[in-house]
């Protein structure tokens, strides 16, 4: 295993510092982006014809107002926002012959209104119901942190991660429904922030689960997961700037931790050691809720049911040109009755109630973010079987806080020549500004260990 070891691109702060400081120009921050998206190391991971580095901003005077914060900056978009003139397929060919959107989302519209500049569309898997990050009509990008094997780069945001691991982008815009802003992220080496779903409006992205759906981005720092979220939420983050010894943080060890693989199980012990001695009040509890998600979900989840909804007439006319793993996803939705679809609403409702409770005293909950490193793409990409288990592990830990309606960021915590792991952080509805509090003292813990 070869690791990539080259330099990090920088975060958009440090960008636009350098922007101010005269070191750079906007012009020379776009044309490197470009460059990168349009090379190797971004195969794939950008929509046909949709990663040629083409300034794409609301107006020329954006790009260079330096009192804009993404003026300049370089962003990426999911192909599940809708960029007025383009067409939002998805990641599928069945949306391919739609006519081009009218309008910008609300969040790209935000975006562009900062000063973004788009430089592409990102690839995804088909509809966003996949935590592994396969397509298998546009190809799948290729995660950058191994030179030698092509490894999955996690999903369903799987081009927007790898357009800002490799510095194709400084903010990927994404969607997550069941881990799919921060799978990519732990995987790949970045920050991916979802947020409290209801801050950060969905209109103008092809839906897969309204009571599920969020919309967030992909960034290299937290202080820039920071600033995207302010921007795509329309509101001003809280930060108290509290040290970590003010902060009650709970551990679950069942569920969150079965099955751990060597590599993350030391990242993960190591992590909570250095926070430890950093000051951080840590407590292990048992949270025997979680296990009770199996039996609530069982006829098929939100995702199932209200995904069908929304395919079922396209399913039948086009059915042969979905990915088969995503239409069977889709399907199980067609086999749960009205009956079991509301009995699934109350039990959600009862059961997030239930958990708030038990998470009241605590400022955050850690738990790694996935359960593996990356694995190869080879090794799920023809085999069911192995596709489907890997799927499983990916959305285990993240989708808890899916269905909790909650918040919660995934930051890097391995050691240089590891593969990426990821830290997740995570609390129920609108414990955001806390979340990302405790994230940058976090991450500032671990870098000085690292």
């Known amino acids: 295993m070869n690791l990539n070891t080259s330099p990090s691109p920088t975060d958009l702060h440090a960008a636009q510092q350098s922007v101010q400081d005269g070191q750079n120009s906007t012009e020379e921050i776009l044309a490197q982006a470009a460059a990168i998206a349009l090379g190797d190391a971004c195969r794939h991971a950008f929509m046909p014809n949709q990663a040629d ?97 092509e490894r999955i780069p996690g999903g369903s945001s799987s081009g927007a991660a790898v357009s800002v691991a490799t510095g194709a982008a400084l903010v990927g815009l994404g969607s997550d429904t069941g881990g799919s802003l921060r799978i990519p992220a732990a ?17 103008g992205a092809v839906p897969l689960s309204s009571s599920l ?73 048992p949270l025997e809720e979680l296990e009770e998600l199996a039996t609530i979900n069982a ?43 509301i009995d699934l609403l109350a039990a959600r409702q009862d059961w997030i109630a239930r958990m708030e409770v038990r998470l009241n005293s605590f400022d955050a909950v850690l738990s790694p973010t996935v359960p593996i490193v990356a694995p190869s793409i080879a090794s799920v990409l023809h085999n069911d079987d192995e596709f489907f288990r890997i799927n499983s592990l990916l959305l285990r830990n993240t989708s808890v806080v899916n269905m909790l309606d909650g918040c919660a960021i995934s930051i890097p915590c391995h050691t240089p020549g590891q593969l990426p792991v990821g830290l997740m952080l995570w609390h129920a509805a609108l414990h955001d500004d806390a979340v990302l509090d405790l994230a940058l003292q976090v991450e500032t813990a671990l870098a000085h260990h690292t």
């Open 213 to 285: 759906d969020t919309v967030g981005a992909l960034t290299r720092s937290v202080r820039d997961a920071v600033a995207v979220h302010e921007i795509l939420s329309a509101r001003t983050v809280q930060l108290t700037g509290k040290p970590l010894s003010s902060y009650r943080l709970a551990v679950v060890r069942n569920l969150m931790q079965d099955g751990l693989s060597s590599t993350v199980a030391t990242s993960f012990e190591k992590s909570l050691q250095r926070l430890r001695q950093a000051g951080a009040r840590i407590e292990e509890i």
């Open 53 to 149: 580095g083409t300034p794409n901003a609301s107006s020329p005077d954006a790009i260079s107002d330096p009192a804009l914060l993404l003026a300049g900056i370089p962003v990426s978009i999911k192909d599940l926002f809708d960029v007025a003139g383009q067409v939002t397929m998805a990641g599928s060919t069945v949306l391919a012959a739609s006519p081009p959107a009218q309008a910008d989302a609300i969040a790209v519209a935000r975006l562009r209104a900062a000063g973004a500049v788009l430089v592409g569309r990102t690839n995804m898997v088909e509809f966003a119901f996949s935590g592994v990050g396969i397509n298998p009509h546009y190809g799948t990008p290729v995660n950058p942190a191994d030179v030698d094997i």
């Open 299 to 341: 006829t098929g989840g939100l995702s199932a049911a209200q995904s069908h909804a929304w395919h079922r007439r396209r399913l039948i006319d086009h059915e042969a040109q979905y990915d088969p793993r995503v239409a069977l996803r889709i399907l199980r939705g067609a086999r749960m009755s009205a009956a079991d679809y």
């Open 187 to 203: 995987l790949c080496g970045i920050v991916g922030f979802k947020s409290t779903a209801r801050l950060v409006p969905v209109a």
